[in-house]
Antibody, heavy 118, light 112 residues
Framework: QITLKESGPTLVKPTQTLTLTCTFS??????????VGWIRQPPGKALEWLAL???????RYSPSLKSRLTITKDTSKNQVVLTMTNMDPVDTATYYC??????????WGQGTLVTVSS | QSVLTQPPSASGTPGQRVTISCSGS????????VYWYQQLPGTAPKLLIY???QRPSGVPDRFSGSKSGTSASLAISGLRSEDEADYYC?????????????FGGGTKLTVL
């Protein structure tokens, strides 16, 4: 059974850097074809894809946010870390990580709400 | 403004058949698979349809997906109260700006 769980701060100040960790079980990020992605959802709004890292360390980023995002993996710890710089109140959202295999996201973690406010 | 366009709302009565549309372009739906996600209130999205029309195990056959050109549709037959949720379409987009997963704006389904 594949499970993922997001962790990180619930509140960050404007201009700060956000660091989120996705801890997963039930699969290995060293297996060919496997990836982990991040998707966010502002309150009451739609889903927005942020980043995706594959088993071979190939990394993909949302073109609109690429300059602010970094995704890394620690295969030995079964973790994927997303950092987002220069946080702004519009970045307030629930951040999800999700398993990606055969090129779709399934399953997703429960999500973590991050509020950006001074 | 989402890259994929969905109606913001849809509704139906129990037992009815409803469809939700998703419109894109040649760089996303027109050349790549479409995926559908169901998000029940207060929960994370769940994969409902993959590769245009395939159902993961456990998803009832009341749910079906289709694609034609640069548009896709999700159909729900025999509507049930537990189908009340937000539905999102998604696709891989390979445009000049780079590879990019894109989502629709979501459709809120109400079971009357």
């Amino acid at each position: 059974q594949i499970t993922l769980k997001e962790s990180g701060p619930t509140l960050v100040k404007p201009t700060q850097t956000l660091t989120l960790t996705c801890t997963f079980s039930g699969f290995s990020l060293s297996t060919s074809g496997v990836g982990v992605g991040w998707i966010r959802q502002p309150p009451g709004k739609a889903l927005e894809w942020l980043a995706l890292i594959y088993w071979d360390d190939d990394k993909r980023y949302s073109p609109s946010l690429k300059s602010r995002l970094t995704i890394t993996k620690d295969t030995s710890k079964n973790q994927v870390v997303l950092t987002m710089t220069n946080m702004d109140p519009v970045d307030t959202a629930t951040y999800y990580c999700a398993h990606n295999s055969h090129n779709w996201f399934d399953p997703w973690g429960q999500g973590t709400l991050v509020t950006v406010s001074s | 403004q989402s890259v994929l366009t969905q109606p913001p709302s849809a509704s139906g009565t129990p037992g009815q058949r409803v469809t939700i549309s998703c419109s894109g372009s040649s760089s996303n739906i027109g050349s790549n698979y479409v995926y559908w996600y169901q998000q029940l209130p207060g929960t994370a999205p769940k994969l409902l349809i993959y590769r245009n029309n395939q159902r993961p195990s456990g998803v009832p056959d009341r749910f079906s997906g289709s694609k034609s050109g640069t548009s896709a549709s999700l159909a729900i037959s025999g509507l049930r109260s537990e189908d009340e949720a937000d539905y999102y379409c998604a696709a891989w987009d390979d445009s000049l700006s780079g590879f990019n997963w894109v989502f629709g704006g979501g459709t809120k389904l109400t079971v009357l």
